[in-house]
């Protein structure tokens, strides 16, 4: 889902070249040698503190490394080298066929050709067409259907490496490749660190009416969800070339956050569930298994109605209506024209989202969840403390009873919903958000008189229907089917972030990428947390890292943790929830998931006929 993302900026590149030093520490020695990497770091440390550069952790490799070469089944790619990190990067891997011209509104086509002479992977690739703040002065094109590779240097053949698959987020509306908040350099050094080396791969897809335009007409054509299908035909890409990087495709791990999290979601749920074997486990961040789709009105798909009418508004705005064929009008228009009608009406509110299409999406997720039709792999999922404050609506302010039922009842709740929600979200400043530890509450505060004095009862039930609701959810039904889930709540405000938001929607990304460059934000979020802030970074990295590799986030003090186990979630163990990890500035600790609880569980007893989940 979109939220407000700290916004991005151009930033860094991947790192200076470090010229001045180096020494071939690959792989196959590099954990041998770790004592003596160790006494090059501190010395390199030490000598870069006076010379006033910084480079983060370097793994030092030969200056004059060859270019790596890959090839795949369709030929070869020659990607870059980077001697700070001792990696190496492919960009502009295409997975699909260009869905241009009329392939445009279609399921992606596998890819066709090949080719005998090297193709250049070396530069990032245009963002797919997308509407919002992530896409600002961003390159885009239609032609986007790429993924990229961060790896190792020095891979031994005989030991492919486990593979972490990244989709960004943005609301399915955004986002892109070359966004460097998203640079995986960092993560693949810890791993390497920890001698458990894992590879990147990170996909694009179609977003916005580019991946979702949703209508009846879409549906009998059998071009729904296109941007999910992309993603689904990267993995298979992957299971099929991704050992030529030196990867390991059984040993492949589906990874987003928000849009991208419930991008994962849908792929434990696609097909009613169906285990394709494209991955052998899932981390979703800030989403997962579970959209709100509306409830059923009536049509074929169950819920277009919304949909319908973003539909409708591209057709009307691009002269499409007069046609026997509105969708085959579409698909014929020049790219600029059509592009400025999906602008314009992104930018009146039109939302372009999946729908329930009783293929790729069989059934409402709170339906699947409930029989146990998922891909029953082992899944690391978690949200921020406050993800209301992305979420909950900013207008009318709201100060009395009156008011809470009214903005219930304006997000199609009818009223004896609304009176049993009223009931169980109580104006209670204590367990609202943020926490008054976070923010102390002052009902004569700027926010106070801007959202109302109960803004924090509306933040914390909207921010449980848009987030922690699924995730519970998630990890019940994992208990259930006896499948390991492991839950975590992420409790750290950047100083940089507004007064009032607190742990909000996306601000863990930085950490969970080790990016203490702050590579790509305006500010960088690091800015006033200290060491701890660092060493929250580094911990949670490596436990990531550790799921992929072997399905158990646990990381000992040792390796870069605080040692803390992290609790496999058991629903049966007492109490109707499980226990999962809180991160903050000191550090990881256990907790029960009970905040809310009775609350979460009216809407998931209700999910479908209230919610439409």
Known sequence: MRGNHLGPSEGLGLGEVFNNVSMPLGI??????????????????QVLAVTGVYVASPVLAPRCAAAPVVTVKNGSYVGVHNPTYNQDFFFGIRYAKPPIDDLRFRVPQSLNETWTEPRPATE????????????????????????????????????????????????????????????????VQNSVEMCTPIMVASLAYRVSAWGFLS???????????????????????????????????????????????????????????????????????????????????GSQAWNTSSREKA?????TATGCTSSPNSLE????????????????????????????????????????????????????????SDEGSSFAPRTPPCNTEEDFLGLLQTSNISSEAAQSISILYPDIPAIGIPSL???????????????????????????????????RAANHAWSLQNVNSFAYRWDVTIPSTAAGNGAGHFQEVAFVFDNTLGLGYAVNPFEGLGEAGKGLAK??????????????????????GSGVEWPVYDVLKGGGVGDGLLFDLEGAKVEEDSNRAEGMKWMWDHAEEVYGL
């Open 329 to 384: 009008c579409l698909r014929a228009l020049p790219f600029e024209t059509l592009n400025a009608a999906i602008n314009t009406t992104e930018q009146e509110g039109a939302s372009f989202q999946p729908m329930i299409d009783h293929d790729f999406i069989a059934a409402y997720g709170s339906t699947q969840l409930n029989t146990g039709k998922f891909v029953h792999a082992p899944l690391l999922i978690g949200t921020n």
């Open 437 to 471: 530890k976070t923010f102390p509450y002052d009902p004569n505060s700027t926010l106070s008189q801007t959202l109302g004095k109960a803004y924090r009862r509306v933040r914390a039930y909207f921010g449980d229907l848009s987030m922690t609701l699924t995730r």
């Open 539 to 560: 911990e949670m990295s490596r436990r990531w890292v550790a799921f992929v590799v072997g399905g158990k986030p646990t990381v000992g003090a040792v390796g870069g």
């Open 311 to 315: 539909y409708n508004s591209v057709v």
């Open 124 to 187: 990032p690739v245009p963002f797919c067409v997308g509407y919002g703040g992530d896409n600002a002065g961003k390159r885009m094109s239609e032609d986007c259907l790429y993924l990229q590779v961060v790896r190792p240097s020095g891979i031994d053949p005989s030991t492919p490496l486990p593979v972490a698959v990244w989709t960004h987020g943005g609301g399915l509306a955004m986002g892109g490749l070359d966004d460097q908040r998203y640079n995986a350099s960092f993560i």
């Open 215 to 297: 209508s009846e007409v879409t549906l009998k054509d059998g071009s729904t969800n296109l941007g999910f299908r992309d993603q689904r035909l990267a993995l298979h890409w992957l299971q099929e070339n991704i050992g030529a990087f030196g990867g390991a495709p059984e040993k492949v791990t589906i990874w987003g956050e928000s849009a991208g999290g419930s991008s994962v979601g849908a792929h434990l749920l696609a097909y009613n569930g169906r285990d394709d074997k494209l991955f052998k486990g899932a981390i979703a961040q800030s989403g997962g298994p579970g959209i709100r789709f509306g409830v059923n009105d």
């Open 28 to 45: 196959d020695n590099l954990c041998s040698s770790q004592s003596i990497a160790n006494m090059m770091l501190s010395l390199l440390a």
